[in-house]
């Protein structure tokens, strides 16, 4: 069994098909986006991670955070997201409490090295990731979900919003929160198209299939729209607070 990255990285009608578009304007075909996480992998390898390790990222999205999410699974390690507003205190604290071997920054993630990673065979009812609660009543506790709990309830959110291979959604909400690994999940699960924003946000978001929006930013959308109606855009569906507009 292949992990959904890899598995579409080997099929013909999806390695060169673009599977990921970064801030920065980068595009990465399903081949590449593998060979990434693979190259992270290896690093994450080199530096003593294994099967039975417990890794953190502290760091708003990009494109090495993503990669290193996915590699860490890759390895069959668990892996937390630790938001970068947190004080350096409760960081600490909660990687004490969660039992966490490696913190990382997007900044570590830098340069790496290449080469051969070991190859694991992918559980899917391996815990794979811890995600912190609001913390309202004291610090965070960490749920922890394995990869078929997370591909199930992306497909049943792909069903309902018509989400298919054709499309893109944009990556809007924090990969340390559960809306932003919700979306990296819908997407792995179909073999669309991730977009991260650009640094027009809203330019962004209107060149997007789908997209997740909290409140805020819909109603900060709605104004750009009136602001400028002239704008075509493609969005097709809009995910807000858990449902479907």
């Known amino acids: ?34 060979k990434k996480i693979n190259q992270m992998a290896f690093s994450l390898q080199k530096q003593g991670v294994n099967s039975e390790s417990a890794v953190a990222f502290v760091g708003k999205n990009s494109e090495h955070i993503l990669f290193l999410y996915l590699a860490t699974i890759q390895l069959g390690a668990k892996i937390l997201g630790i938001n970068p507003a947190f004080p350096q205190e409760k960081i600490e604290e909660l990687c004490k409490v969660h039992h966490i071997d490696f913190c990382f920054k997007d900044d570590d993630l830098q340069d790496l090295p290449e080469g051969e990673v070991s190859v694991t065979t992918a559980d899917f009812l391996r815990p794979a990731t811890m995600t912190l609660t609001s913390g309202s009543t004291g610090l965070p506790k960490a749920v922890v979900h ?12 792909c069903d309902l919003m018509y989400f298919d291979a054709s499309q893109s959604w944009l990556l809007s909400l924090p990969l340390y ?5 919700g979306i990296v999940w819908r997407w792995l699960a179909s073999g669309a198209v991730l977009h991260f924003p650009e640094k027009d946000f809203y330019a962004a978001l209107l060149n997007s299939t789908h997209a997740s929006l909290v409140p805020t930013q819909l109603q900060r959308l709605l104004d750009y729209l009136q602001e400028n109606p002239n704008i075509r855009f493609k969005t097709q569906h809009i995910l807000l607070g858990g449902a479907h507009i």
């Open 1 to 34: 069994m292949m992990y959904p990255w890899q598995a579409f990285a080997q099929q013909p009608n999806f390695s060169h098909k673009i599977a990921l578009r970064t801030a920065q304007g980068d595009i990465f075909t399903w081949l590449q986006l593998a």
């Open 146 to 157: 394995h990869i078929q709990a997370h591909l199930e309830n992306a497909k049943g959110v």
């Open 177 to 181: 929160h559960v809306s932003g690994q």
